[in-house]
């Protein structure tokens, strides 16, 4: 039996366990440059419920969308993404790491995703090594807030991380956004109860899945989506065990079924 929110918040049971949500993996990852703009328009028309995306704090504060605290990677540039200020990381082209078609691609801020993709797909925000930018959480709200999507239908925001703590701290500023906690270890119930205090998902790595641990998640109230799906073949026994969604970079594997 999987779980969905309805229209008040409160979690339900789906008898039909038929739907499962599609989450782009920091967009469609796998066609297109993480965490760029042209992912995220590959994931919206490959029809994904959800992207994905990380979020970070530049060196002015501003909110900038990438997944490691370093640029090496997926940028032409290099240092800390604290240590660099926003307009520096506009300079830097995130695309031509990953195909000569996407050069020039652009870092994009967390209120350029916000306004792009508001209304046309729901947005998983991962506050990425939060430790490292005191504050972040009230500026995620703050940027919420201020397009009204502090209150948002149909569970279309969603902030999670893998710390807890500022899952929590975010929760408390901004209750009515559904969180999630990202674990890469399986949950006794007593944490389990624990965090389903501040938290509406506990988002397993997919190794982690069975339906034993999904039952237990459900049974305390919060969903399952689960990360991060590369392969086609692990698509369906994740499906079986019963979780509510599937973190992937290849969304038509998800959505072809």
Sequence with gaps: MSLFFVADGEVSANKNDQYVQTVAHRGASGYAPENTMAAFEKAVKMKSDYIEIDVQQTKDGELIVIHDTSVERTTDGSGMVKDLTLEELKQLDAGSWFGEEFAGEKLPTLGEVLDAYRGKSGILIELKSPSLYPGIEENVAAELTKRNMDKP??????????????????????????????????????????????????NPGKWLITSDYVNRIHDNGMLAQTWTVRDEASVEPLIQAGVDGIITDYPDYVNRR
Excluded: C, W
Excluded at 157 to 169: A, P
């Design 153 to 202: 239908n149909n569970n279309k925001i969603i902030l999670q991380s893998f710390d807890h703590e500022s899952v929590e701290t975010f929760h408390s500023i901004l209750p009515s956004v559904p969180t999630g906690v990202l674990v890469s270890y399986t949950m006794s119930d007593n944490n389990l109860r624990d965090v389903s205090r501040f938290a509406d998902y506990v």
